[in-house]
């Protein structure tokens, strides 16, 4: 049976409200870049931690579109290449943790502790567990036709569904400021923070 344009429209809107849905669940949910997101807010202020978020927005579309694009399946055909991003990402994520438990407030000795600027938030998701398992999930599920544009949309509305979702993790660390102003507090903070960040690591490590 033949189907009218009017209902292929609908699919097409039914299945845009699920990819909608989809980015707004894994955007939110806790994982490396809220966490680290949360710290920064504490550490340093909402302010302070714009580029690291606007770095994680334009980050996981660039990544989204290139998995789409086959870069997903070229890694899962090189068993090495797989084994070289968990390597890298247990690297990368365990220094990422030392330097938020060290983290002092600012102004306490710390000058040249600063907050992750844009590049290295954008770079960051390449070796990013949980943004990988999101792109590759988001262009499996959400562009079934594997068209170009299909991989272009999936990419836009997580770029506009991601930035003020994270945002409020980043809102949350600001809003724990003052009760963190006690270095004692701010350490046990930290702290927890790079545990859990650590933590986030299992999804490579059972891989």
């Not at 189907?3 to 292929?8: E, G, K, L, Q």
């Not at 340093?44 to 927005?57: A, E, N, Q, Y």
């Not at 960051?124 to 999930?137: D, E, R, S, Y």
């Not at 499996?140 to 036709?145: E, L, R, S």
């Amino acid at each position: 049976m033949r189907r009218s344009p009017v209902h292929y429209c609908a699919m097409t809107a039914d299945l845009f409200l699920a990819l909608l849905g989809f980015a707004f669940a894994t955007s939110v949910t806790p994982g490396p870049n809220n966490l680290m997101l949360m710290a920064s807010g504490a550490n340093f202020g909402f302010r302070r931690t714009i580029p690291h978020m606007l770095g994680i927005s334009v980050g996981f579309a660039v990544l989204a579109l290139a998995a789409g694009l086959g870069l997903a399946g070229l890694l899962h055909a090189e068993p090495r290449a797989i084994l070289v991003l968990k390597v890298l990402a247990v690297g990368y994520m365990l220094w990422l943790a030392s330097r938020i438990a060290r983290a002092g407030a600012p102004g306490q000795g710390r000058a040249a502790a600063r907050p992750m600027g844009f590049l290295g938030a954008a770079a960051f998701q390449w070796v990013n567990p949980k943004a990988w398992a999101m792109a590759v999930g988001a262009v499996t599920v959400y562009a079934p036709g594997g068209s170009l544009s299909q991989f272009a949309l999936v990419a836009f509305v997580f770029s506009v569904v991601n930035l003020p979702t994270v945002s409020l993790w980043a809102w949350a660390g600001e809003a724990l400021r003052q009760w963190l102003s006690a270095p004692r507090r701010l350490r046990i903070f930290n702290w927890t923070m790079a545990g859990l960040l650590i933590a986030s690591l299992w999804p490579v490590l059972k891989m």
